[in-house]
């Protein structure tokens, strides 16, 4: 089942979004996990902790989906 996260403000980061759903523990944990390549937005691998997200972007991480909403 994908999970929602609504937005406070114009957009969230990667390594905010993955903190925010408890998806990691902290900011090291999500550096070194998006490093490794094991965080994929939209379909495609990315390895930016501070890759932007708008409204409609999906987020897969260690099996659970979120998506980016208004």
């Given amino acids: 089942m994908m999970r ?3 937005l ?4 969230i ?3 905010q979004l993955l903190k925010a ?3 990691v523990e902290d ?3 999500a550096k070194e996990r998006i490093r490794a390549g094991e965080a994929f937005v939209n379909g495609e691998a990315d390895v930016r902790r501070g890759r932007k997200l708008y409204p409609g972007d999906v987020v897969l991480f260690d099996g659970e989906e979120v998506k980016v909403v208004r």
């Avoid at 406070?8 to 957009?11: L, S």
Wanted: aromatic share 6%; glycine share 18%; net charge negative.
């Fill in 4 to 6: 929602e996260l609504k």
């Fill in 8 to 11: 406070k403000g114009d957009y």
């Fill in 13 to 15: 980061t990667l390594g």
């Fill in 21 to 23: 759903e408890a998806l």
């Fill in 27 to 29: 900011g090291v944990e």
